[in-house]
Every structure is written in structure tokens, then in C-alpha cells.
């Protein structure tokens, strides 16, 4: 399923919140300012700003009311986020799972669940997850936050600093 | 209608279990500086560069003052732009030993390499 680009995205406090304004229906006359969904748009605000069991109540509440596919998919993703930061793996998994059945190129969702599969250990699946939502959003700063983490879990490193005073530097020490 | 879509990710709330480790220093000199260094500051690795796993080296030159103190401070070969600040910052921190009244103050100027490494610790 195809979902329209996201009209307006910020990054606030570590959260990515995405606002989509494009008018869905043209038979529909009236306007309605404000989101569709009341408990979905509580729900990602709650879990904006931290609060994980508010965020997953409303936006469970919200997903009985979802009216379509992409609050739907919107909703699953936001429930995966909010299960991770209660490290409630199992669901977080099967509600990006979820997300995925509905929209199969939705790279949120496979950014949430590659950090699922990190967390569980399952490192391939998460490299696998995070290759496919590069391939979907190459320049996603969140998708190189998930591989940064994916590598410091599987070949961690420490930074080094070489501070060369010298004038003349060996052909060896060149690198 | 006007239609809003609320999509969320955790991900950078965790963004701070990516290690910030303070980066071991290591430091190689010479007699031929014509500078003694007193006051070494080594460059903060960067974030962004520490997450994405770049390295690289920045060649950073500059004057020193009667009293030790770098200015004139440049660039002069980088291999990503990300390393020049912390690399100008820090010397810009450092200090070398000053010269006494009497010692005229050498026209050239000093050159440091900043190595910026990532090792392996798994």
C-alpha cells in the first residue's frame, strides 16, 4: 500500500513526530481542524514526551476507532514505539509487525522493529530491517541511529586520538 | 478534510545508549618543534562521527605567541570536515612553554596531526 509523504516532520526530544495535512477526500466539503483521530494524536504526544503507559493507552484506544489504513499503520507504529520504551518486547514486535502487514514500505516501522530486534539480540534481522528502511528513507537519521546501535552492539569500539607533533613522519605511520 | 497522521519512533530517545566513551589519547612528538608543548588538549571526538563509524586526520597549523599561545590557527589538510572544529578547538586550548625576553619569537609556524581512530574492542 502506497501512504502519501508526510507533510511536515519534526524531531523533538528524540521523537519523531509527522503531521500529514493533505486533504483525503475531495467529495468531502467540510473541514475539520486538528487530527482525525484524537486518541492517536494524544497518544504519539504522550509518548513524545515520555509518558510510555499513557502513550500506549491512548493510542490502543485510538487504533479501535482508526477509520483507515494509515492511522492504522500510524497507530501500530506508535504502539511499537511505546512497548519498546516500556521494554515490552514481545508486543512492540507485534505491533510493528502489524504495521508492516498493512504498509510494507513504511520505513517507521521497520526502524522500530530493527530496535526491537537489537534489544532481543536477533542482530541479522535487525541489520535486514534497517537495510530495507535505508533502501526506503536513505538519508533517515533515526535508521543510522538503529545501525549505530546495532554495531556498537555486535562490534563495539572505543575512540582513539593520535595527536602527532612530529615533522617527519615515518612512510610506516603515515596511514 | 483536513487529515492528520501522527507517526512516532523511539529510536532517538535511546540515541544515548550509543557509547560517548572519553577516546584514549595517544601522543607522538619530536625534538624538531621549535615550540615545547606545555599544555596538550587532545579534540573531542565527534558525536556524529563516533555513531556513523568515520575516521579520519585533520593537519591543523598555527603560530604561538611569546607566551605560548597559538593563534593564527588553520586547517591545512582535513580528510572530514566533521574532525576541524574539535581540531582548532583544541589547540586553541593548548599551550606551549613561553620564550624569555631575550629569545626571538620564530616566524613559522608549528603544525599538529590530529588521528582520529576508531579500535576495536570486541
Known amino acids: 500500500m502506497n501512504i502519501p509523504r508526510c507533510g511536515l516532520m519534526f524531531a523533538l526530544l528524540g521523537i519523531v513526530v509527522c503531521a500529514d495535512a493533505v486533504g483525503q477526500s475531495e467529495n468531502e466539503a467540510r473541514t475539520v481542524i486538528g487530527p482525525s483521530n484524537i486518541d492517536l494524536a494524544d497518544g504519539a504526544t504522550a509518548l513524545r514526551v515520555g509518558n510510555a503507559v499513557d502513550g500506549v ?39 510493528c509487525n502489524r504495521a508492516l502487514e498493512i504498509d510494507d514500505e513504511h520505513w517507521r516501522s521497520y526502524s522500530n522493529r530493527a530496535l526491537v530486534y537489537v534489544k532481543q539480540k536477533r542482530y541479522a534481522e535487525a541489520e535486514q530491517d534497517i537495510d530495507t528502511g535505508q533502501s526506503l528513507s536513505p538519508n533517515s537519521r533515526t535508521l543510522r541511529i538503529v545501525k549505530a546501535m546495532l554495531l556498537d552492539a555486535t562490534d563495539p569500539v572505543s575512540p582513539t586520538i593520535i595527536i602527532d607533533d612530529r615533522r617527519h613522519v615515518p612512510p610506516d605511520d603515515a596511514e | 478534510m483536513l487529515n492528520s497522521r501522527l507517526l512516532l519512533s523511539v529510536v532517538l530517545l535511546l540515541a544515548a545508549a550509543v557509547a560517548a566513551d ?41 603560530n604561538v605567541d611569546r607566551d605560548g599561545r597559538p593563534f593564527r590557527i588553520a586547517v591545512r589538510s582535513s580528510t572530514d570536515r566533521v574532525f576541524e572544529r574539535p581540531s582548532i578547538r583544541a589547540i586553541r586550548a593548548s599551550r606551549y612553554v613561553s620564550l624569555p625576553e631575550h629569545q626571538e619569537v620564530p616566524g613559522i609556524k608549528t603544525c599538529r596531526t590530529f588521528r582520529f581512530r576508531l579500535e576495536s574492542i570486541g
Open chain 2, 22 to 62: 572519553e577516546p584514549r589519547v595517544t601522543y607522538l612528538r619530536d625534538a624538531t618543534n621549535n615550540r615545547v608543548p606545555l599544555n596538550t588538549v587532545a579534540p573531542v571526538y565527534p558525536t556524529i562521527a563516533r555513531r556513523d563509524r568515520v575516521e579520519g586526520d585533520v593537519q591543523v597549523c598555527f
Open chain 1, 57 to 95: 493507552r491512548l493510542t490502543q484506544r485510538g487504533l479501535q476507532s482508526a477509520t483507515n489504513d494509515r492511522d492504522r499503520v500510524a497507530g501500530y507504529s506508535n504502539l511499537c514505539a511505546g512497548y519498546i520504551m516500556l521494554d515490552e518486547l514481545d508486543a512492540a514486535l507485534d505491533s
